[in-house]
């Protein structure tokens, strides 16, 4: 069974701070993975899509790592903005199901 | 295009109702899921299906049923409703399997009384 940890928890940094979201899983056998935020009581956005074959994914201030064979994936956030305050999701993906990680809440101070 | 889109976005049911959750997507996706995400646990897998026709149990699919019997809907089935199962519940389609993105539905916030 896959496990997903995402460290830290919650997060809260002043604006214009560079984040670095990180998540880990137990199994390395994994076809892609993605990174969602969500608002509170809202559904998931996606943010990045990272197949098993790239190294890195970039969108915009957003950038993520996949190091498949030691399960870590890392999210940037450059020059973060109140904006970017939310729940931030990663899912590896594995047999046509994602598994999710509990999250990590960042607060972005004006 | 609506995406994927979820009705009701609110329920309350009594302990034993039964009720459908309703699922459709507009996009010709082939795989659709259902989740459930409760406080400080990652979204769980209830059930999915691979086209229509064909669905599988996911990682907590007990008291709950689903068919696929068009490429658009995947409807949710709570048979006898149970107050474990209160709960906010998202589906998710991709237009293939393993190296395609998924997107989610707005969610249905269910309270079981």
């Known amino acids: 069974k896959q496990e997903v940890t995402q460290i830290p928890a919650a997060l809260s940094v002043p604006e214009g701070e560079n984040l670095v979201l990180n998540c880990s899983f137990t199994?390395?056998?994994?076809?892609?993975l993605q990174w969602f935020r969500q608002d509170p009581g809202k559904g998931l956005t996606s943010l990045l899509l990272i197949q098993s074959s790239q190294r890195e994914q970039t969108s915009g201030r957003l950038n993520a790592s996949l190091d498949k064979s030691s399960g870590r994936s890392t999210l940037y956030i450059a020059a973060s903005q109140p904006g970017d305050s939310a729940t931030y999701l990663c899912a590896p993906k594995h047999d046509y199901k994602l598994s999710f990680g509990a999250g990590t809440t960042v607060t972005v101070r004006a | 295009n609506a995406g994927v889109t979820q009705t009701p976005k609110f329920q309350v049911l009594k302990t034993g109702q039964s009720m459908t959750l309703q699922c459709a997507q507009d996009?010709?996706?082939?795989?659709m899921s259902w989740y459930r995400q409760d406080p400080g646990m990652g979204l769980r897998l209830i059930h999915y299906?691979?086209?229509?026709?064909?669905?599988d149990q996911g990682e907590v699919p007990n008291g709950y049923n689903v068919s696929r019997s068009t490429t658009e809907d995947f409807p949710l089935r709570l048979l006898s409703a149970a107050p474990s199962q209160t709960s906010v519940y998202f589906c998710?389609?991709?237009?293939?399997?393993?190296?395609?993105?998924?997107?989610f539905g707005p969610g249905t916030r269910l309270t079981v009384t």
């Open positions: 299906s691979v086209g229509a026709g064909i669905t």
């Open positions: 998710a389609s991709s237009y293939g399997g393993q190296g395609y993105e998924q997107y």
């Open positions: 996009m010709n996706h082939e795989y």
């Open positions: 199994d390395s056998a994994i076809y892609n």
